[in-house]
């Protein structure tokens, strides 16, 4: 499964960004999907997670109510809202695909867990 993240940028704070991640070469209605992100010198954390069927997702606490995670299993993709963006969410975001039996389970917040992972995508913002 090759993935691409695209929709990144430079917004001012409190704009909204809407990050998009392609999936080709692969079964993709058969993964789960993350979001991580990675701001310079520091360790790649987890965003948010969304079950291979849309109808589960689960965000890190901090990003609850400022971001939102939904797929279109029929277009390969998955799609990360952000709104009220913050200096402090400027990282590089990553989409990654963990292979998952049941449709309604969650993939995990470690990124060793994933199978593939996209180049990743810059968001900056600015204060």
């Known amino acids: 499964v090759q993935l691409v993240e695209s929709g990144g940028g430079l917004v001012q704070t409190g704009g909204s960004l809407r990050l998009s991640c392609a999936a080709s070469?692969?079964?993709?209605?058969?993964?789960?999907i993350g979001w991580f992100r990675q701001a310079p010198g520091k360790e790649r954390e987890f965003v948010v997670g969304i079950s291979r069927n849309d109808r589960v997702t689960y965000y890190a606490d901090s990003l609850k109510g400022r971001f939102t995670v939904s797929r279109d299993n029929a277009e390969n993709t998955v799609y990360l809202q952000m709104n009220s963006l913050k200096p402090e969410d400027t990282a590089v975001y990553y989409c990654?695909?963990?292979?998952?039996?049941?449709?309604?389970?969650?993939?995990?917040?470690?990124?060793?867990?994933?199978?593939?992972w996209g180049h990743g995508t810059q968001v900056t913002v600015s204060s």
């Open positions: 070469g692969g079964t993709f209605s058969g993964y789960g």
């Open positions: 990654a695909a963990q292979a998952l039996r049941l449709a309604a389970a969650l993939p995990g917040t470690g990124s060793g867990l994933y199978d593939y």
